[in-house]
């Protein structure tokens, strides 16, 4: 018979950084849309419609410094959070990550029974690494093109991306990429909540997961 552990695994700190880091997302995903294609700029009957570029742009730039400050703290978890949060649990450059790698993929193809992990599996991890990766160049790329006045932003704008253009198709396809990742994601965790025994969902909010263990 299977016997499970409850153990903390998210801290405060990496939880806040989680639902900031979605909500940045979502709302930069709506309105980055709606700048890019402003399919309601005149007025509607009853709606007040007056400057609503501006207000979409401003609720862009202010989900953008959230968006930041949140990459600034997984940052410092990555390197100083608990065992769980830093980069060399979950990533595959160890031994037992290499296999733990295998499982993970295995599992998501049917060929072998979900395996509980704790923290994230190899798999996640190094995607949600990549994610955090992109972001700031997101991040960058949108400063650039936000403070083309800023001699600061200019330069390092020119030496990263070349031009302003360039900048702009590269926030615009991260824009893409970070759409598929929200629906991956939403169906990933879902899945492992279904075939896993870790009560991952629920792990966001309170922090613990169980841990399968076998009676002695």
């Known amino acids: 018979m299977a016997y499970y552990r409850r153990i903390k695994v998210w801290s405060v700190l990496l939880r806040l950084f989680h639902w900031a880091f979605a909500l940045s997302i979502f709302t930069l995903l709506v ?4 700048i890019h294609n402003p399919f309601a700029l005149g007025p ?3 709606v007040p419609t007056n400057f609503i570029m501006a207000k979409v742009r401003f609720l862009h730039f202010v989900a953008g410094y959230v968006f930041i400050a949140a990459l600034f703290v997984r940052l410092y978890l990555l390197l100083f959070g608990n065992r769980y949060e830093r980069f060399w649990d ?14 993970t993929i295995k599992a998501y193809l049917y060929l072998e029974p979900h395996q509980s992990h704790g923290g994230h599996n190899p798999l996640a991890g190094t995607v949600y690494l990549t994610v955090i990766l992109l ?3 997101l991040a960058l790329s949108g400063l650039f093109l936000l403070y083309p006045e800023s001699a600061t932003w200019t330069y390092w704008g020119y030496l990263l991306f070349g031009s302003q253009q360039v900048a702009r198709m590269f926030h615009y396809l991260l824009f893409w990429f970070f759409f598929i990742f929200v629906l991956l994601h939403l169906y990933l965790v879902i899945w492992n909540d279904i075939f896993g025994t870790e009560a991952i969902i629920s792990s966001i909010f309170s922090g613990r997961k169980f841990l399968k263990k076998e009676k002695a």
Do not use: A
Request: charged letters at 10%; proline letters at 12%; zero cysteines.
């Open 31 to 34: 309105t980055g849309y709606y």
């Open 44 to 46: 509607w009957p009853g």
């Open 90 to 103: 979950f990533l595959p450059i160890t031994p037992r990550n290499i296999r733990r790698l295998g499982h």
């Open 135 to 137: 972001g700031i160049f």
